[in-house]
């Protein structure tokens, strides 16, 4: 997920975009500068889009019911969840929302603790306040992105942080969370500003621990700052996340017990039909291709091993590179690694395409002309891929909730496993379809191979070539 060159090479000058003194992409290349007129036509041009993205989504809540974009089904399973902790802790993970034998509590004993709080709040204010969250969140994860990857100039930055903010607002996963009252846009945003932190902050890592505390998948972080050898860090991330445990089974020690003891966290099938159309992981497409969700366990947990080795391998050569980018693209490297390795990635997990998008662009304005359009080229293939496109194949199809992945059928609440459900039996487009995010992010997956690869092999002759 980053240009693979050597040092110095295709990095211009950029207008807004400052190469850190030192680094080994632009040592003693000149750091640019934007024009106080270049500043403010790129905040203006962010201005517009941010604008018209959010005029669009005003126009579409004050013509369409609430509840075709904030439906809020998740968030009332969160508030199911906490209810059941708060007067049947006994019965939270064998409890099912509205009988459904597909819809269980999935997350911690703490995870439900804290959604507790939710329950004073009227739902439609709550659901307020979370899409508002949401909605901070995205913008606040492309802001920090864009000052990882180096824009110092505040006009260029917030410009550029409109401007793909408002693009990203748009996409499926982001109009998905916000539809589902998801917390995925919140906790994306606090991982990376968590992460992104100066490694001297002495609780660097405290809120990533935190957020593992609430979804397990934020536990492959703690492992990426440990092979990166930011070993105090994983230290302060591993004592916040146990003190999350600790909590829970304080407060919930009978649900703490079924969770953590009894293994319920690695029931994957709790949270439906493991090939469901919108399990867009590894898992999924595995699940999918055999045709049984016990077939597909073994060689989807093989696969899965390699490209955890992988990525992690990735990430790491990515963050020592020495390049400016290289941090940055390291973390979102371990974060595309994750999405494809967890068991379960809905679609609305996909929301770290947007961070991604800051990247692909940032290294586009900094690369010169096949490199440049190369570049930002992935940018525009990953919001076309992505985009919230309305179901234009279905007659009378409303323009909300839609996603080129809606072309494939899709079994409804499914749960267990049933060789009739629809995803076993796709046509090849429907394939294409239905497994499009997965396949998109095994592209950018790939992307991050190849520049790590040639990061590494550009490291080693440059050591054989220095002095003794």
Not at 5 to 12: F, S, V
Not at 305 to 320: D, M, P, Q, S, Y
Not at 365 to 391: C, F, I, K, N, T
């Amino acid at each position: 997920m980053t240009p693979a060159t050597t040092p110095g090479a295709g990095l211009p000058r950029l207008p807004g975009h400052e190469v850190p003194a030192g680094n080994a992409a632009g040592a003693g290349a000149p750091q640019g500068s934007l024009r106080p007129g270049g500043a403010r036509a790129l905040l203006v041009a962010g201005a517009i889009v941010a604008a018209v993205a959010a005029a669009a989504y005003v126009a579409a809540l004050a013509t369409h019911p609430w509840k075709s974009l904030l439906n809020g089904f998740d968030l009332q399973v969160y508030l199911g969840g906490a209810r059941e902790a708060l007067h049947h802790a006994a019965n939270l993970y064998s409890w099912h929302y509205r009988h459904d034998l597909g819809i269980q509590f999935t997350y911690t004993p703490f995870a439900a603790l804290l959604f507790a709080g939710g329950l004073a709040v009227p739902f439609q204010l709550l659901m307020g306040l979370v899409s508002a969250a949401g909605a901070f969140g995205l913008a606040a994860t492309g802001w920090i992105a864009l000052r990882e990857l180096g824009w110092r100039s505040l006009p260029a930055r917030a410009g550029a942080t409109l401007l793909v903010t408002g693009l990203a607002f748009w996409t499926e996963p982001v109009q998905r969370a916000l539809y589902l009252g998801q917390v995925e846009l919140v906790m994306m945003a606090l991982i990376v500003w968590d992460m992104c932190q100066p490694d001297r902050r002495r609780w660097k890592g405290a809120v990533l621990g935190v957020t593992a505390g609430i979804k397990l998948v934020p536990l492959l972080f703690i492992v990426y700052l440990l092979v990166t050898r930011r070993f105090r860090q994983a230290a302060v991330a591993c004592a916040a996340f146990a003190a999350t445990v600790v909590i829970g089974f304080a407060a919930l020690p009978r649900p703490s017990v079924s969770w953590w003891l009894k293994l319920n966290f690695l029931q994957a099938g709790r949270t439906g039909f493991v090939g469901d159309q919108q399990n867009q992981s590894l898992r999924g497409i595995v699940t999918r291709l055999v045709g049984s969700v016990a077939a597909g366990q073994l060689p989807w947990l093989a696969v899965a091993i390699v490209v955890g080795l992988a990525g992690l391998a990735a990430a790491v050569t990515l963050h020592t590179s020495g390049r400016s980018y290289g941090p940055f693209a390291g973390l979102l490297t371990c974060s595309l690694t994750a999405l494809l390795v967890s068991p379960i990635s809905w679609d609305h997990h996909w929301v770290w395409i947007a961070p991604a998008v800051a990247l692909f662009a940032s290294l586009g304005a900094h690369a010169r002309r096949a490199a440049r359009a190369g570049w930002l080229g992935l940018a525009g293939l990953v919001l076309v891929s992505y985009g919230a496109w309305p179901d234009f194949w279905r007659p009378g199809a409303s323009l909300l909730q839609g996603g080129l992945i809606n072309y494939a059928p899709a079994a409804v609440f499914a749960h267990g496993d049933n060789p009739a459900y629809p995803e076993y039996h796709w046509t090849s487009l429907q394939a294409l379809a239905g497994n499009l995010y997965l396949l998109g992010g095994c592209l950018l997956f790939a992307v991050a191979l190849v520049a790590a690869a040639r990061l590494w092999r550009a490291q080693r002759a440059a050591m054989r070539c220095s002095p003794a």
